[in-house]
């Protein structure tokens, strides 16, 4: 946390460069605040050591002997409750730090309510509590906002750990300088006859009063950088001040014991804001870049002079409130965006006389299908924007211009639908991919016989989006159906594109894998199941050559493991099963794994 510098002893104010603000790099003489001290310095020296030794105090460590480095010190006192921050603004080639005690005792400081010793490697112009002025949020050199009551009694430090001084300002913030713009700081810490020092704005109507008892004659005093000169005719208690300087009154009294007061008045150039044009933007940009209009706003002025905030009200923006922010993000489709202009040297002297419309236009909503199946038995199918909006234009890559077109070719088609209004366009483009689809057809259908507990798997000549039907149950996206009964069925296969589909009859039948005719009454027959509800079956074993053993006619089926009386070897063996549909035609079952073994 330590860093190096070198001690200047030159300061000046930032606003008003002829005149010299009294600075005190001590806590017992800290300079006090109220509302309308202007407050501008710089720093000269380490001062004492009002820490006593210590090694630290907050976020700030001991750095060649002591807390302090080049130190400034201020105290003011809160008359209101509320939100309170402040902004200490610098050269942007420049360090500065702070940490704010409360208390009313420099002996009792205890440890600092806010404290900031970030290095200013970013380059930028303000440190202090709330929101930086310049809209950056969620900087390191900004801690959060203080909620005060009336009457505490603060104490300010003010650091510096730059190579150079060029001196620092401080503006006080927060809704308590909105609800009580008059006292939100006490100013009885301060006890002059011409009250605390002035901070004014171009043309406001400052006026000085020294108007006290017994009084017999008053003469009044101004320095504007070369000394007390007197000003001419002027002899009455009260002095309207024109220009910024160091004003002195004498007071004559009637007992001899005449009384000096000095105030200080400083007047700061009340920015002009320029006419702003109207802007448009498209509803897919989401957001606006509110800075590009600082140029437009501030003409000829120097940025840098300046602040520019914008605000979603008058109110706001008057208050310099709730700034709206840079990349901002538009709640509806035609809003009124008022902007401020602020002095930075004063924060009083403001411009709020301009605003401009934004218009948020609406990019093109496409919504139709990216990807479309135009069916092989089809000579073309639409595609595109189903609803055309006469303010629109339309334009497809493949030339037409209307929001729907035909096509009778797969491929990838892009539509570009504009919104165009007052010089501004707004485009939204969507490809669509056409794709061939054909029916489906099945291939296979593995049935896995078990009894009474069968499951069967449709195979189809191709992967594809289908669903699957056993008889009339629900489609299921799977192809595999489990515990289907041992009969006849019906399988649909559709295709999800919506084009075609196919049904086939299936036979489910149980048979032993093996049987062994051996006589021990085990597994001695074959027999096939499942075919009950079969019209006119007949059933037909033979072996690898082909050759038929064994012909039955009905549901009683029986194969005893021989061929015209005698045995026939151990071996594999095949069968087929007809049946009578539902035109009397005789039809073989398909699908059928029909191979067993006999054992002998």
């Given at each position: 946390?330590?860093?190096?510098?070198?001690?200047?002893?030159?300061?000046?104010?930032?606003?008003?460069?002829?005149?010299?603000?009294?600075?005190?790099?001590?806590?017992?003489?800290?300079?006090?605040?109220?509302?309308?001290?202007?407050?501008?310095?710089?720093v000269?020296?380490?001062?004492?050591?009002?820490?006593?030794?210590?090694?630290?105090?907050?976020c700030?460590?001991?750095?060649?002997?002591?807390?302090?480095?080049?130190?400034?010190?201020?105290?003011?006192?809160?008359?209101?409750?509320?939100?309170?921050?402040?902004?200490?603004?610098?050269?942007?080639?420049?360090?500065?730090?702070?940490?704010?005690?409360?208390?009313?005792?420099?002996?009792?400081?205890?440890?600092?309510?806010?404290?900031?010793?970030?290095?200013?490697?970013?380059?930028?112009?303000?440190?202090?509590?709330?929101?930086?002025?310049?809209?950056?949020?969620?900087?390191?050199?900004?801690?959060?906002?203080?909620?005060?009551?009336?009457?505490?009694?603060?104490?300010?430090?003010?650091?510096?750990?730059?190579?150079?001084?060029?001196?620092?300002?401080?503006?006080?913030?927060?809704?308590?300088?909105?609800?009580?713009?008059?006292?939100?700081?006490?100013?009885?810490?301060?006890?002059?006859?011409?009250?605390?020092p002035?901070?004014?704005?171009?043309?406001?109507?400052?006026?000085?009063?020294?108007?006290?008892?017994?009084?017999?004659?008053?003469?009044?005093?101004?320095?504007?950088?070369?000394?007390?000169?007197?000003i001419?005719?002027?002899?009455?208690?009260?002095?309207?001040?024109?220009?910024?300087?160091?004003?002195?009154?004498?007071?004559?009294?009637?007992?001899?014991?005449?009384?000096?007061?000095?105030?200080?008045?400083?007047?700061?150039?009340?920015?002009?804001?320029?006419?702003?044009?109207?802007?448009?933007?498209?509803?897919?940009?989401?957001?606006?870049?509110?800075?590009?209009?600082?140029?437009?706003?501030?003409?000829?002025?120097?940025?840098?002079?300046?602040?520019?905030?914008?605000?979603?009200?008058?109110?706001?923006?008057?208050?310099?409130?709730?700034?709206?922010?840079?990349?901002?993000?538009?709640?509806?489709?035609?809003?009124?965006?008022?902007?401020?202009?602020?002095?930075?040297?004063n924060?009083?002297?403001?411009?709020v006389?301009?605003?401009?419309?934004?218009?948020?236009?609406v990019?093109?909503?496409?919504?139709?299908?990216?990807?479309?199946?135009?069916?092989?038995?089809?000579?073309?199918?639409?595609?595109?924007?189903?609803?055309?909006?006469?303010?629109?234009t339309?334009?497809?890559?493949?030339?037409?211009?209307t929001?729907?077109?035909?096509?009778?070719?797969?491929?990838?088609?892009?539509?570009?639908?504009?919104?165009?209004?007052?010089?501004?366009?707004?485009?939204?483009?969507?490809?669509?991919?056409?794709?061939?689809?054909?029916p489906?057809?099945?291939?296979?259908?593995?049935?896995?016989?078990?009894?009474?507990?069968?499951?069967?798997?449709?195979?189809?000549?191709?992967?594809?989006?289908?669903?699957?039907?056993?008889?009339?149950?629900?489609?299921?996206?799977?192809d595999?159906?489990?515990?289907?009964?041992?009969?006849?069925?019906?399988?649909?296969?559709?295709?999800?594109?919506?084009?075609?589909?196919?049904?086939?009859?299936?036979?489910?039948?149980?048979?032993?894998?093996?049987?062994?005719?051996?006589?021990?009454?085990?597994?001695?027959?074959?027999?096939?199941?499942?075919?009950?509800?079969?019209?006119?079956?007949?059933?037909?074993?033979?072996?690898?050559?082909?050759?038929?053993?064994?012909?039955?006619?009905?549901?009683?089926?029986?194969w005893?493991?021989?061929?015209?009386?005698?045995?026939?070897?151990?071996?594999?063996?095949?069968?087929?099963?007809?049946?009578?549909?539902?035109?009397?035609?005789?039809t073989?079952?398909?699908?059928?794994?029909?191979?067993f073994?006999?054992?002998?």
């Amino acid at each position: 946390m330590k860093r190096s510098f070198i001690v200047i002893g030159i300061f000046y104010f930032l606003w008003m460069p002829a005149l010299f603000a009294q600075v005190s790099p001590d806590c017992i003489n800290a300079i006090p605040i109220c509302n309308n001290t202007p407050i501008n310095g710089g720093v000269n020296g380490f001062g004492d050591d009002d820490f006593n030794g210590a090694s630290r105090s907050g976020c700030f460590e001991q750095d060649s002997g002591t807390v302090e480095s080049n130190s400034a010190w201020y105290r003011f006192r809160t008359g209101a409750a509320g939100q309170l921050g402040f902004n200490i603004g610098f050269d942007a080639d420049e360090d500065w730090d702070f940490a704010l005690y409360k208390t009313g005792d420099c002996t009792n400081l205890g440890e600092p309510v806010r404290c900031n010793f970030f290095d200013n490697r970013n380059k930028a112009s303000f440190t202090g509590i709330g929101e930086d002025p310049t809209g950056i949020s969620d900087t390191a050199r900004y801690d959060e906002w203080l909620q005060v009551e009336a009457g505490e009694d603060y104490y300010l430090l003010i650091n510096n750990f730059s190579n150079n001084n060029s001196g620092f300002s401080i503006q006080f913030s927060g809704n308590i300088f909105v609800t009580n713009p008059s006292d939100a700081l006490d100013c009885s810490i301060i006890d002059n006859l011409l009250g605390s020092p002035v901070s004014a704005c171009e043309n406001d109507n400052v006026v000085l009063d020294a108007t006290t008892l017994s009084a017999i004659d008053y003469d009044w005093f101004k320095d504007t950088g070369n000394g007390f000169e007197p000003i001419p005719g002027e002899n009455g208690p009260t002095l309207q001040a024109t220009v910024s300087a160091i004003y002195r009154v004498l007071v004559i009294m009637l007992s001899g014991v005449n009384t000096v007061s000095d105030v200080q008045v400083a007047f700061s150039e009340v920015p002009l804001a320029f006419a702003l044009s109207d802007e448009t933007m498209c509803s897919i940009d989401e957001t606006f870049d509110l800075s590009l209009k600082n140029g437009e706003v501030l003409g000829s002025q120097i940025a840098d002079d300046y602040i520019v905030s914008y605000h979603a009200s008058m109110l706001n923006a008057i208050n310099g409130s709730e700034n709206l922010p840079k990349q901002y993000n538009p709640d509806s489709e035609l809003q009124t965006i008022y902007v401020r202009v602020t002095s930075l040297s004063n924060p009083k002297c403001f411009d709020v006389s301009r605003q401009f419309e934004l218009n948020v236009m609406v990019t093109p909503d496409l919504s139709f299908s990216e990807e479309v199946y135009l069916c092989q038995d089809s000579s073309s199918i639409m595609i595109g924007a189903s609803i055309s909006n006469p303010d629109y234009t339309y334009s497809w890559d493949s030339g037409e211009s209307t929001s729907m077109i035909s096509v009778s070719q797969e491929g990838t088609y892009r539509l570009s639908v504009t919104n165009h209004q007052g010089g501004i366009s707004c485009v939204s483009s969507r490809t669509v991919q056409v794709v061939i689809s054909k029916p489906p057809a099945i291939v296979d259908v593995i049935i896995e016989d078990l009894q009474n507990n069968n499951s069967v798997e449709v195979l189809t000549d191709r992967p594809g989006d289908f669903e699957y039907q056993l008889d009339n149950g629900d489609f299921q996206s799977s192809d595999t159906f489990e515990g289907v009964l041992p009969g006849m069925h019906t399988v649909t296969v559709n295709n999800l594109s919506g084009c075609g589909s196919i049904t086939e009859q299936i036979i489910v039948v149980g048979f032993p894998k093996f049987f062994t005719p051996n006589g021990d009454g085990v597994n001695d027959g074959w027999t096939i199941t499942g075919i009950s509800k079969l019209e006119n079956p007949m059933l037909f074993i033979h072996d690898r050559y082909g050759k038929l053993l064994y012909q039955v006619a009905g549901t009683a089926s029986n194969w005893d493991g021989t061929f015209n009386g005698r045995t026939v070897p151990s071996a594999d063996y095949w069968f087929r099963l007809t049946y009578e549909d539902a035109n009397g035609q005789r039809t073989e079952a398909k699908y059928i794994n029909n191979h067993f073994a006999l054992k002998r």
